[in-house]
């Protein structure tokens, strides 16, 4: 059993990665009037979007490279959580650092502190994404017993 609630979580991790990545990909290079009431909504409007839009991104994208829902127990390793962190950071960035300067090609400008925003939202995401995989084995082990 606890090998499908893990194969299930991993899946979902990676469609929704693909989603969230298909939506800030649209989002971000859209004509800005098209996004600006969508915007709006969140607080701190644009930035708080970019903070947002990584978090997700982030948060699916660590479900989805996570070795093992099982194996995510204090013991996991140190090590595999860093490289874990630095593939998800490095895609988080790269991502961000191309829209940013595709962005003039759509006649939108591009701004350092929306990459800021992106790595703010993404650090929140991976730490969100560390604490789902923990609370999940844990609660994985409480109904083992």
């Known amino acids: 059993m606890k090998r499908d609630v893990a194969k299930v979580v991993k899946t979902a991790g990676k469609v929704m990665s693909v989603a969230t990545f298909i939506a800030?990909?649209?989002f971000s290079l859209l004509p800005a009037g098209d996004v600006q009431a969508m915007v709006s909504l969140f607080p701190l409007a644009d930035v708080g979007a970019h903070a947002a839009a990584y978090a997700a991104f982030a948060f699916f994208f660590v479900?989805?490279?996570?070795?093992?829902?099982?194996?995510?127990?204090?013991?996991?390793?140190?090590?595999?959580?860093?490289?874990?962190?630095?593939?998800?950071?490095?895609?988080a960035f790269v991502l961000g650092l191309a829209l940013e300067i595709a962005q003039p090609?759509?006649?939108?400008?591009?701004?350092g502190v929306d990459l800021i925003a992106d790595m703010v939202g993404a650090s929140c995401g991976i730490a969100a994404g560390f604490l789902c995989m923990h609370v999940a084995c844990w609660r994985g082990r409480r109904s083992a017993r």
Do not use: M, P
């Open 24 to 26: 800030i990909v649209t």
């Open 63 to 91: 479900l989805a490279i996570h070795k093992d829902v099982g194996s995510a127990s204090l013991s996991y390793g140190i090590g595999r959580r860093l490289i874990e962190t630095a593939i998800v950071l490095s895609g």
């Open 105 to 111: 090609l759509f006649q939108r400008s591009n701004e």
